[in-house]
């Protein structure tokens, strides 16, 4: 069992900037993708951002490309969002996954951290 936990998410205003992070709890193999999704309330799950086991491979959604820049340690098994020039658009929880294979689908990853809140206010 692994259990990733995101924190960084808080409130800011349209143009700011936000650092999210994500540790897993436990053991995590190193091999393992890690990505970034995000719900709307009301509204259902989206891919954001996704990165593989070495680096050099990155997915961003076309609604982030240009302002996200998603980074890993792989010693410490943890990932980064930088958040950059932020939207309204942007408000949503945003939750940590760990999976075998890189990519925006959600069903390619198994292990879920409980999310973070980011609200962007115009």
């Known amino acids: 069992q692994v259990t990733p936990a995101e924190s960084g998410g808080r409130s800011v205003q349209s143009g700011g900037s936000l650092r999210l992070s994500c540790a897993a709890n436990?053991?995590?193999?190193?091999?393992?993708?890690m990505a970034w999704f995000r719900q709307p309330a009301g509204k259902e799950r989206e891919g954001v951002s996704s990165?593989?086991?070495?680096?050099?491979?990155?997915y961003y959604a076309d609604s982030v490309k240009g302002r996200f820049t998603i980074s890993r340690d792989k010693g410490k098994n943890t990932v980064y969002l930088q958040m950059d020039s932020l939207k309204p658009e942007d408000t949503a929880m945003y939750y940590c996954?760990?999976?075998?294979?890189?990519?925006?689908?959600?069903?390619?990853?198994?292990?879920w951290g409980q999310g973070t809140q980011v609200t962007v206010s115009s």
């Open positions: 996954a760990a999976g075998l294979t890189v990519g925006l689908d959600a069903r390619e990853y198994k292990y």
């Open positions: 436990g053991y995590t193999p190193r091999t393992y993708c």
């Open positions: 990165i593989s086991w070495g680096g050099a491979t990155t």
